[in-house]
């Protein structure tokens, strides 16, 4: 897979990042990776769902790498995030940053992570013990009832 | 492989760590990677040669995890370090930490190779293009011309 930012509905193996991103001038890798937790605040998770605008998203992906070689320099980044069902202990987004030197390299990856929570049109419905809820943006601030906003809706804001 | 911590002379896949963290509890694995670089401050490396006491660089890589513990709660950590000679690109380090959330996922495994430079008994000799040398403590304090400590010189610490 030669893609560097990508969506994908199968399961993401650590090491397609991480072996994109490896390289003569890097001494660091630090990757992050963000799995399906069982309980959050005592309730139970029993799967969950996450959908996306993918083509924007994996555009997005790529702008969130250009900001971190912006911000650090001499950095190579990998993103790949899952959507559609994912059962507890999948893993639902892997980033891998190599720099020269590891402060960077933990300081890139953990931009990312958040970043991708901030701007990347990813949903995840949470199929709780006792129902289901639409989180709304990332950093869980709003939730939606019953549906995630249309692509148009998105395009205004 | 059972072992959450260990020293080898074979190649690491980060997978090894990641697998032995990966849990119902967590929801952030944050994996720090450590390659050989070609480059340091203008100087080209060749390859590495790493030594190690190796029963005992193990158990003080199980304390760190220990210690990881102590000081985060709800923590799986899992650590490979490799021997031997390296070649560019080479992992020689890979570090796996899982938590509940990632804030904490970030700050353990950047613990974690803090306290491996400082404490693990691992030596590292540079092929520089122009010669070699012992790089004494793994923070690059203390340089050895010839020859690393002895077992018995480290037992006298």
Redesign the interface.
């Known amino acids: 897979m030669a893609k560097k930012y990508w969506m994908t509905e199968e399961p993401i193996?650590?090491?397609d990042c991480?072996e994109k991103v490896?390289?003569?001038?890097?001494?660091?890798?630090?990757?992050?990776?963000?799995?399906?937790?069982?309980?959050t605040n005592g309730k139970r998770t029993l799967f969950l769902e996450y959908q996306a605008y993918v083509p924007m998203a994996e555009k997005i992906l790529a702008q969130i790498g250009e900001e971190i070689q912006e911000k650090w320099g001499n950095t190579d980044t990998a993103i790949a995030h899952r959507i559609g069902r994912l059962e507890?202990?999948d893993t639902a987004v892997v980033i891998a940053v190599?720099t020269?030197h590891?402060k960077d390299?933990?300081e890139a990856?953990?931009y990312a992570?958040e970043r991708i929570k901030e701007i990347v049109p990813i949903w995840k419905k949470e199929h709780w013990e006792d129902g289901t809820q639409w989180i709304g943006d990332q950093k869980e601030k709003t939730a939606y009832d019953d549906r995630i906003p249309s692509e148009e809706e998105m395009r205004d804001d």
């Open positions: 193996d650590p090491n991480i490896v390289r003569n001038e890097a001494g660091a890798v630090n990757t992050f990776i963000g799995t399906v937790r069982e309980f507890i202990t190599s020269p590891r390299a933990f990856s953990r992570i």
